[in-house]
């Protein structure tokens, strides 16, 4: 999987991207990033990537002819992938969620542009944009931070990413559910005792106990879920 990023902080992303699972999974080939300042494809000397709305109003508009540019540069630089996803990380996009993710991880090619300020003038939204991704009902200051959180949602969905594949099965959102209680060592820890069935070894038991306990969990925090599922959570 290629990713590509588009945006005026490139510098934000080195922590996210150089540490853990991300670095791994870039290190083993399984993902490839790369970060393009949108100033570099400005053309006055003043790199400037923003100006008033027209209309009048507050704040500043993100100017279009920037991000076609670095766009079509991107393209250019990408032959073997005809067909590449451009994702505008928004607040009026759709929401993230595992399932989203999980449709976006089968893109060879995913360019994700983060808005700064007012946000971006509409022509990019409906000429160049493939679909717009939001990460919850609340407005950050810039695109950055969601691209991160989208970045890190994809990129552990990616085959041999993650070092036990079965992690993936029994996520949280898995079949609409949340995930089981999780316990480890020590089985007693201030007189508090793991569940008892834990450290039975009948893993027979202990699968259809954690399926009552994620079930039980779901109900009680995010019944909205269940109803996805198809079962009445009364
Ligand atoms: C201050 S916001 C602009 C908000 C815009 N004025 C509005 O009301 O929809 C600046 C940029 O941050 C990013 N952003 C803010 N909140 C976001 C969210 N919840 N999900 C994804 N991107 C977000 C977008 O790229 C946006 O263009």
Same mark, same amino acid.
Request: proline share 5%; charged share 30%.
């Given at each position: 999987?290629?990713?590509? *990023? ?14 853990? *699972? ?16 949108? +100033? ?14 027209? #209309? ?6 993100? +100017? ?7 766009? @079509?540069? *991107? /393209? ?15 607040? $009026?996009?759709? =929401?993230?969620? $595992?399932?989203?993710? /999980?449709?976006?991880?089968?893109? /060879? ?25 939001? *990460? ?5 200051? #810039?695109? @950055? &931070? ?15 990413? &993650? ?15 949340? @995930?089981?209680? $999780? ?9 508090? +005792?793991?569940?008892?069935? &834990? %450290? ?9 106990? =954690? ?8 109900? $009680? /925090? =995010?019944?909205? %879920? %269940?109803? @996805? =599922? #198809?079962?009445?959570? #009364?």
């Amino acid at each position: 999987m290629r990713i590509d *990023i588009i945006t005026i902080f490139p510098g934000m992303f080195a922590p996210v991207l150089n540490e853990s *699972i991300i670095k791994r999974a870039k290190s083993k080939g399984k993902v490839k990033i790369n970060l393009y300042d949108l +100033r570099d494809y400005t053309l006055d000397k003043h790199r400037k990537v923003d100006d008033r709305p027209f #209309g009048g109003g507050s704040g500043m508009v993100m +100017r279009p002819e920037p991000i076609f540019r670095a766009v @079509e540069k *991107i /393209k250019s630089q990408s032959h073997k992938v005809r067909k590449q996803k451009i994702v505008l990380l928004c607040p $009026q996009g759709e =929401r993230l969620t $595992q399932k989203t993710a /999980k449709r976006l991880a089968k893109n /060879k090619h995913l360019i994700l542009i983060c808005g700064r300020y007012e946000g971006i003038d509409e022509r990019v939204r409906q000429h160049l944009v493939s679909e717009e991704i939001s *990460i919850g009902d609340y407005v950050l200051t #810039g695109g @950055e &931070l969601p691209a991160m959180v989208l970045v890190d949602c994809l990129v552990r969905l990616i085959p041999g990413v &993650l070092g036990d594949k079965n992690s993936l099965n029994f996520e949280s959102f898995e079949g609409n559910l949340l @995930e089981y209680p $999780q316990y480890t060592r020590p089985a007693v820890f201030k007189r508090l +005792r793991v569940p008892e069935i &834990l %450290l039975s070894g009948d893993h027979k038991k202990i699968e259809s106990w =954690r399926k009552k306990e994620a079930l039980k969990r779901t109900k $009680q /925090k =995010r019944p909205d %879920l %269940l109803n @996805e =599922r #198809g079962v009445s959570n #009364g």
